[in-house]
């Protein structure tokens, strides 16, 4: 009996010696980029729970092993200028676009956040949302509630801040309702808010005056919060634009972050990038990003100018109704900066619900309709109530190169996490909501070589977590949280374009968010195993 046994009996102290797995996963094999810049080393990542357990040659069993030679592993990729809030939300939590980008973090907040809301702000959440939260904390509380895929996090927007003291009337605050702002602000800070955000090109941003903005970014200065920025100048070759949004942060003692640089100028990427270098070389903390594509996307009535907005959204349809009013728009939209003296309107696409406009170039529905370019606009944006986007042309493929290239400058879509399989899809979308990092990693790495391996994987990980003040995510370290972007160098490619926008990119291979893969073998899980960030002056009641 004891001999019939003994296989058994062996088999089963070897299984005792070994114990449990040492490992939840094992990821063997592969390039290894830390996001520091360094180049990569082939070697071994092993994760227990939800963090980086080991790095390097490792030995150990593990539940799963993962096969990874051949591939580039890297820290999980992290989109500095996010616009996901809503439609995440609407998609279940889910949002397969930026998970099969390697994209492990969010930023939301440019020029309006969601928090606070209520006061005089114009509520633009579908009926679903309304009442869910109130302040930037609560938002960021339900956002862990329900369930995310990714990591979030969020600036609080000056815009939004003003909007619920203030509405959108252009003026000066009172003394009462500045301290009513900068009550706002800290409250949004200590709620978990990384900084203060601003879009001065849009409303009521572009009604505040660079006092009050420092006064408001001094706040969240004061407890380690940065100043980001989309600069007063759409599109415009002003410098000023740039002087101004370094003047806040000097003035607040804060850090200042570029939205989107590349969109800041089409023609003096020379004089912007040399403003900002004197700042660097001067002391300034000054950063960026950009996003991979020349041309941009906006909100239709952002297009409107800035008095036809004033009192918010019915006010501006009141004004596109009026004549007087309707011919004071049109020579707006050709004679004053940041609107169309960079563009024309050959280069503006709408994107509405109306088949026979969406898609179209303004200047091709002005020949189908046979009216100006300025009526049919100001006729579209009546017809939708100001619901809708333009894609644009920005900037030259000169001025793009010229910004990804500087060190200072991270990765950011400006675009929104979308799932193709959902029925809220918009009618158009840009491409970089489905392309920006293959753009950046196939096309400006791998194809033409601008930047080494190394220089893009760290603006997608280290420099974003350096920008932020994260501490324990961002790199390839034993101990930060286990967020991982794994992809095929050869194949890493978007497939979206302007005139089909609606495809996923291909090439990246597992992606794993505080430890759980949400992309596994080229597929999404469904797992929502992201968080809400907190930024450096969190308080928890």
Same mark, same amino acid.
């Given at each position: 009996?004891?001999?019939?046994?003994?296989?058994?009996?062996?088999?089963?102290?070897?299984?005792?010696?070994?114990?449990?797995?040492?490992?939840?996963?094992?990821?063997?094999?592969?390039?290894?980029?830390?996001?520091?810049?360094?180049?990569?080393?082939?070697?071994?990542?092993?994760?227990?729970?939800?963090?980086?357990?080991?790095?390097?040659?490792?030995?150990?069993?593990?539940?799963?092993?993962?096969?990874?030679?051949?591939?580039?592993?890297?820290?999980?990729?992290?989109?500095?200028?996010?616009?996901?809030?809503?439609?995440?939300?609407?998609?279940?939590?889910?949002?397969?676009?930026?998970?099969?980008?390697?994209?492990?973090?969010?930023?939301?907040?440019?020029?309006?956040?969601?928090?606070?809301?209520?006061?005089?702000?114009?509520?633009?959440?579908?009926?679903?949302?309304?009442?869910?939260?109130?302040?930037?904390?609560?938002?960021?509380?339900?956002?862990?509630?329900?369930?995310?895929?990714?990591?979030?996090?969020?600036?609080?927007?000056?815009?939004?801040?003003?909007?619920?003291?203030?509405?959108?009337?252009?003026?000066?605050?009172?003394?009462?309702?500045?301290?009513?702002?900068?009550?706002?602000?800290?409250?949004?800070?200590?709620?978990?808010?990384?900084?203060?955000?601003?879009?001065?090109?849009?409303?009521?941003?572009?009604?505040?005056?660079?006092?009050?903005?420092?006064?408001?970014?001094?706040?969240?200065?004061?407890?380690?919060?940065?100043?980001?920025?989309?600069?007063?100048?759409?599109?415009?070759?002003?410098?000023?634009?740039?002087?101004?949004?370094?003047?806040?942060?000097?003035?607040?003692?804060?850090?200042?972050?570029?939205?989107?640089?590349?969109?800041?100028?089409?023609?003096?990427?020379?004089?912007?990038?040399?403003?900002?270098?004197?700042?660097?070389?001067?002391?300034?903390?000054?950063?960026?990003?950009?996003?991979?594509?020349?041309?941009?996307?906006?909100?239709?009535?952002?297009?409107?100018?800035?008095?036809?907005?004033?009192?918010?959204?019915?006010?501006?349809?009141?004004?596109?109704?009026?004549?007087?009013?309707?011919?004071?728009?049109?020579?707006?939209?050709?004679?004053?900066?940041?609107?169309?003296?960079?563009?024309?309107? =050959?280069?503006?696409?709408?994107?509405?619900?109306?088949?026979?406009?969406?898609?179209?170039?303004?200047?091709?529905?002005?020949?189908?309709?046979?009216?100006?370019?300025?009526?049919?606009?100001?006729?579209v944006v009546l017809e939708h109530?100001?619901?809708?986007?333009?894609?644009?042309?920005?900037?030259?493929?000169?001025?793009?190169?010229?910004?990804?290239?500087?060190?200072?400058?991270?990765?950011g879509t400006d675009g929104g996490?979308?799932?193709?399989?959902?029925?809220?899809?918009?009618?158009?979308?840009?491409?970089?909501?489905?392309?920006?990092?293959?753009?950046?990693?196939?096309?400006?790495?791998?194809?033409?070589?601008?930047?080494?391996?190394?220089?893009?994987?760290?603006?997608?990980?280290?420099?974003?977590?350096?920008?932020?003040?994260?501490?324990?995510?961002?790199?390839?370290?034993?101990?930060?949280?286990?967020?991982?972007?794994?992809?095929?160098?050869?194949?890493?490619?978007?497939?979206?374009?302007?005139?089909?926008?609606? =495809?996923?990119?291909?090439?990246?291979?597992?992606?794993?968010?505080?430890?759980?893969?949400?992309?596994?073998?080229?597929?999404?899980?469904?797992?929502?195993?992201?968080?809400?960030?907190?930024?450096?002056?969190?308080?928890?009641?």
């Open positions: 009996m004891r001999t019939r046994y003994a296989p058994f009996g062996l088999l089963l102290l070897v299984a005792l010696a070994c114990g449990p797995p040492e490992y939840d996963l094992l990821i063997r094999g592969g390039t290894v980029f830390d996001g520091t810049g360094a180049p990569g080393v082939v070697g071994d990542v092993a994760i227990r729970g939800d963090r980086i357990a080991a790095i390097g040659e490792i030995g150990g069993r593990a539940e799963r092993t993962i096969e990874a030679e051949g591939l580039y592993v890297a820290p999980g990729f992290m989109d500095m200028h996010s616009h996901s809030e809503v439609g995440r939300l609407l998609n279940g939590g889910r949002g397969p676009s930026f998970a099969l980008q390697g994209l492990t973090t969010e930023v939301y907040g440019e020029t309006t956040s969601m928090g606070p809301l209520g006061g005089r702000i114009e509520s633009r959440l579908p009926a679903e949302l309304e009442g869910k939260w109130d302040t930037l904390g609560g938002f960021l509380d339900y956002v862990e509630d329900v369930g995310v895929s990714i990591n979030v996090a969020s600036y609080v927007g000056s815009g939004s801040v003003r909007a619920f003291v203030m509405g959108y009337e252009d003026r000066e605050p009172t003394a009462e309702e500045l301290e009513a702002m900068l009550e706002l602000t800290r409250q949004a800070m200590r709620e978990g808010a990384f900084g203060v955000s601003a879009g001065l090109s849009y409303v009521p941003n572009i009604y505040m005056s660079t006092e009050e903005l420092a006064a408001i970014a001094r706040e969240a200065a004061a407890v380690g919060g940065l100043f980001a920025n989309h600069a007063r100048t759409m599109n415009g070759t002003d410098p000023e634009a740039i002087r101004e949004a370094l003047a806040i942060g000097e003035r607040a003692g804060a850090r200042v972050h570029f939205f989107h640089l590349n969109s800041t100028s089409s023609t003096e990427a020379d004089t912007f990038l040399g403003i900002i270098a004197e700042a660097r070389e001067r002391g300034m903390e000054v950063t960026g990003d950009s996003y991979t594509y020349t041309w941009g996307i906006t909100g239709l009535s952002s297009y409107i100018p800035a008095w036809a907005q004033e009192g918010g959204r019915d006010a501006m349809l009141d004004r596109l109704r009026d004549p007087e009013a309707r011919k004071r728009i049109a020579g707006d939209f050709v004679t004053e900066p940041p609107y169309l003296a960079n563009i024309g309107w =050959h280069r503006v696409r709408l994107g509405v619900e109306d088949p026979e406009v969406n898609g179209k170039l303004v200047e091709e529905v002005s020949e189908i309709r046979g009216q100006p370019p300025e009526e049919v606009f100001m006729d109530e100001g619901r809708g986007i333009v894609i644009d042309w920005n900037n030259e493929e000169e001025t793009l190169r010229q910004v990804l290239a500087q060190p200072y400058v991270a990765g996490a979308l799932d193709l399989a959902s029925e809220n899809l918009p009618p158009l979308v840009h491409p970089r909501h489905l392309g920006t990092v293959p753009r950046l990693l196939g096309t400006y790495v791998r194809e033409e070589g601008l930047l080494a391996w190394e220089e893009a994987i760290r603006k997608l990980s280290g420099l974003p977590a350096e920008i932020l003040g994260l501490e324990d995510r961002g790199l390839l370290v034993e101990g930060h949280f286990a967020d991982l972007a794994i992809f095929d160098p050869e194949t890493i490619e978007g497939l979206a374009t302007f005139e089909d926008p609606f =495809h996923y990119s291909v090439g990246m291979r597992y992606v794993l968010v505080n430890g759980v893969p949400v992309v596994d073998e080229g597929e999404v899980t469904g797992a929502l195993p992201g968080r809400a960030l907190r930024g450096p002056a969190y308080a928890p009641e």
